[in-house]
T-cell receptor
Framework: EAGVAQSPRYKIIEKRQSVAFWCNPISGHATLYWYQQILGQGPKLLIQ????????DSQLPKDRFSAERLKGVDSTLKIQPAKLEDSAVYLC??????????????FGPGTRLTVL | AQSVTQLGSHVSVSEGALVLLRCNYSSSVPPYLFWYVQYPNQGLQLLLKYTSAATLVKGINGFEAEFKKSETSFHLTKPSAHMSDAAEYFCAVSPSGSARQLTFGSGTQLTVLP
């Protein structure tokens, strides 16, 4: 079974530029998550999708971050404009809605963003 | 509200020694608890999870954790460390019955010395 795919793996941009990350979840997984992991910290949930609808985006800085999941499969996360403090690893994860409670989230390898 | 506290951002053990990584949680409802491992430049991988069944949970790679409600703890242990166990470990909590929204601790970097 193929895992969660993310691209690019690394991105370096100047502050105030825009950037987009792509995620392809495990086939059949209805739930998709985007996390931000700042160096030295645990992942922090940014947004959760159920199919193509948003379940929770309470921690998403909506003035600069946006995310979409068209057709309930792939997802993109965009930052516009980027700030220095956005430097982090952005992790995508997916899980099966039909699994029992407490089921596993499967994580992709992440995209490491450096904002100069 | 829920949170986890991982005591010790860095832990070093000798190969073959006991591994003990500490996690304390705070939750207003009965929690589900998880341990994840992250190897360099990789995503997180689930080691084990507690979902209100047995309080002693066995996971992959010889790891286990015990849920202690009285101590609000979920410490991760392994009897004998191996060099391949060197990684960062994250404890996470999710309210039972939730949409699996995880709150992670800040992580513990495990170093295994030869």
């Amino acid at each position: 079974e193929a895992g969660v795919a993310q691209s690019p793996r690394y991105k370096i941009i100047e502050k105030r530029q825009s950037v987009a990350f792509w995620c392809n979840p495990i086939s059949g997984h209805a739930t998709l998550y985007w996390y931000q992991q700042i160096l030295g910290q645990g992942p922090k949930l940014l947004i959760q999708f159920q199919n193509n609808g948003v379940v929770d985006d309470s921690q998403l800085p909506k003035d600069r971050f946006s995310a979409e999941r068209l057709k309930g499969v792939d997802s993109t996360l965009k930052i516009q404009p980027a700030k220095l403090e956005d430097s982090a690893v952005y992790l995508c994860a997916s899980s099966s809605f039909l699994a029992a409670r407490g089921d596993e989230q499967f994580f992709g390898p992440g995209t490491r963003l450096t904002v100069l | 509200a829920q949170s986890v506290t991982q005591l010790g951002s860095h832990v070093s053990v000798s190969e073959g020694a006991l591994v003990l990584l500490r996690c304390n949680y705070s939750s207003s409802v009965p929690p589900y608890l998880f341990w994840y491992v992250q190897y360099p430049n990789q995503g997180l991988q689930l080691l084990l999870k507690y979902t209100s069944a047995a309080t002693l949970v066995k996971g992959i790679n010889g790891f286990e954790a015990e849920f202690k409600k009285s101590e609000t703890s979920f410490h991760l242990t392994k009897p004998s460390a191996h060099m391949s166990d060197a990684a960062e470990y994250f404890c996470a909590v999710s309210p039972s019955g939730s949409a699996r929204q995880l709150t992670f601790g800040s992580g513990t970097q495990l170093t295994v010395l030869p």
